[in-house]
């Protein structure tokens, strides 16, 4: 095995409108190729699904390369921050830096 992906409904309930699945974890072993060959292979199985689209999200320090090689567009920037408040302290997350939206029409 060289990578694993997960896929299933969109974090955000804004987008999540049965026709939408989401990329939320991707992770390779530095095998060459194998980020764009798993983001290919999660849009073709949510297109057999009958999914519509299919979206991801990554840091803004993140290149995404392995995605414009999938033909993945680029939606801008968005999110980030954090989710710690005084009236729901929790744990500070590592990754607190604005993210990139990328996307796919099915």
Request: net charge positive.
């Amino acid at each position: 095995m060289r990578g694993v992906a997960i896929v299933g409904r969109p974090v955000s309930r804004f987008l999540d409108n049965g026709l939408t699945a989401e990329v939320t974890r991707l992770c390779v072993d530095g095998y060459k190729n194998a980020c764009s060959f798993l983001y290919a292979a999660c849009g073709r199985i949510a297109k057999h699904m009958g999914y519509q689209k299919i979206i991801t999200y990554i840091l803004s320090t993140e290149k995404g390369t392995s995605l414009r090689a999938s033909n993945w567009t680029c939606g801008g920037s968005c999110g980030g921050g954090n989710w710690n408040v005084a009236s729901r302290p929790r744990k500070n997350s590592t990754y607190t830096d604005k993210k990139v939206m990328y996307s796919k029409i099915l």
